[in-house]
Every structure is written in C-alpha cells, then in structure tokens.
C-alpha cells in the first residue's frame, strides 16, 4: 500500500525529520539510541538489574522526544515542559553515573557489563550536557523585572 500526499504519517515523517536535525532533536535522539545499546548490554551480563535503568531512561526520553517533536509542549500549558525535561536530564545523569560506576568497577569477568558501565558513563556524561543545554535555556527564558522603587517611605 503507497503512501500518498494526504497520509497523516507524511507529515508525522516530516516532523520526524525537521526536529532531529535541531539540536534538542539530536540530544533526545543520541540519548534514546545510547539507552538502548545500554539495555543490550546490560541484559546480555550476569547481572541484569542494572538494565531498569536504561529501560526507564529511554522511556522518558521516547516520551520527551515524542511531546517536543509533535509540539505537545505548546498544547498542555499545566506542564512545565522545561523544568521536567531538566529534571529528567539531571536525575539520568546521576542514576547513569552511580550504576556505571558500579558496573565498571565491579564488573570483573563479566564483559558485557562492563561494556554497559562504560557506555553507560558515556550517556551520563550526554545527560548531563543535556541538563546543563536545558539550564541555559531556562536561565535565558525567565523574566527579569525590576521591583518598583518608591521614594516615599
């Protein structure tokens, strides 16, 4: 069955396209694609438990990817998109770092999860560029008004 001009999914695919070229776009990408080679990694080793992790990770990430590229964002005002993406990106961050560093430093004899321990520091290092890219965006968003100053006491 071929696609033709008036398929909701041509513009769904073109959306797709547009926002993975932004630079948030690509952050959100690399994360959901660097959460799943850790989820592979992770269930191939002895110890499976760190996958939840990267499971969780590449979920909310999916679900941020999806909301920003469909601009859901502009739609559901009840939400602070922003302060709940940061708070994503910063808690990833912690949670990759801590459970890598585990992994790798523990991980003797077992390859696999040591292979998911060092990328996982990877994805600890872009969730916290990520958190840090989100923090600019914030910090340059908000108002600043001056106070009224009066004279008259």
């Known amino acids: 069955m071929a696609e033709t001009e008036g398929s909701p999914f041509v513009g769904c695919l073109e959306k797709l396209k547009s ?18 080679i850790i989820l592979i990694c992770y269930a ?8 939840a992790v990267a499971i969780c990770e ?9 909301v920003f590229m469909m601009e859901l964002d502009k739609q559901f005002l009840v ?10 990106a910063a808690i990833g961050a912690a949670l990759y770092l801590i459970t890598s560093l585990i992994c790798v430093i523990g991980g ?14 990877l994805a600890g290092i872009l969730f916290a560029y990520d958190s840090y890219t989100i923090f600019m965006d914030i910090k340059s968003n908000r108002q600043h008004t001056a106070a009224p100053t009066d004279d008259t006491v």
């Open 19 to 36: 926002y993975v070229r932004t630079r948030k776009g690509t952050i959100l990408a690399a994360e959901i694609i660097l959460s799943f």
């Open 44 to 51: 191939a080793s002895m110890y499976g438990g760190y996958s």
């Open 58 to 66: 590449m979920v909310f990430a999916i679900i941020f990817f999806v």
């Open 79 to 88: 939400v602070n998109w922003l302060w709940s993406d940061f708070i994503r």
């Open 108 to 121: 003797a004899g077992d390859g696999a999860r040591i292979a998911g321990g060092v990328f996982g520091l």
